[in-house]
């Protein structure tokens, strides 16, 4: 992880309100729109970056400050970084892979990488030992290991209750059940965080 902008992210996110918000059809059964723009900061995933979202504003909300990028495909990254897609966020995290030899310097300096080796040595050795995390997992274990927050507050995580088994079944954020991930320990590790903040007010989780 690139320490000098490690640091500004940290600064950014100090005594901030952020909102994480998944890519679930749950969403689009709830009007969390206004809700989700009243956080300090918005961190959106994967595919939310070429949808357009401001199509739903009551149910998912327009504001988005931080880009998280997942997918296995690092030309797909490259991509997006030529398309100048991601010049007006904040900050861009790539979770999971490692391609910054794919990238040159200047897009090399302007992400935060953070790896599966990260996430499982800040994590108990119950979770996640067959599957891997989702991007949700992940991203949330790294605001809490890294950043002195005011709040963090879940939208669009039902743990892939309602997702769609098949990748031609998936919802506007091209969301679906992909069975890399383990759906009752997506379940397990996120109870287990929102159990540990009960009461504090900095963790919460809109179903």
Known sequence: ???KLLLKFQEYCKDKTIA????????????????????????RFNWAL??????????????????????????????ILNRGILRDKDFVIRTRHDDSYYLDEKDRKRILYYSAEEFKE???NEYFVTKEP??????TQFLIDCVDFKSISLFGFDF???SNNRPQ???EFKSFFFNAHHKGME???FKSLISEYKGTGKFKHYK
């Open 187 to 189: 379940s397990h590790f």
């Open 160 to 162: 892939f209750e309602s």
């Open 20 to 43: 994480v918000v998944g890519n679930s059809s749950c969403l689009f059964d709830k009007s969390y729109g206004e809700l989700i723009d009243s956080h300090d900061i918005v961190i």
């Open 50 to 79: 070429e949808s357009n979202i401001k199509r739903w504003p009551a149910n998912v909300g327009t504001k988005f400050d931080v880009y998280v990028f997942a997918i296995r495909s690092a030309s797909k990254l490259r991509s």
């Open 122 to 124: 800040s994590i108990s």
């Open 169 to 171: 079944e998936s919802n």
């Open 1 to 3: 992880m690139t320490t």
């Open 134 to 139: 989702s991007s949700g997992a992940m991203i």
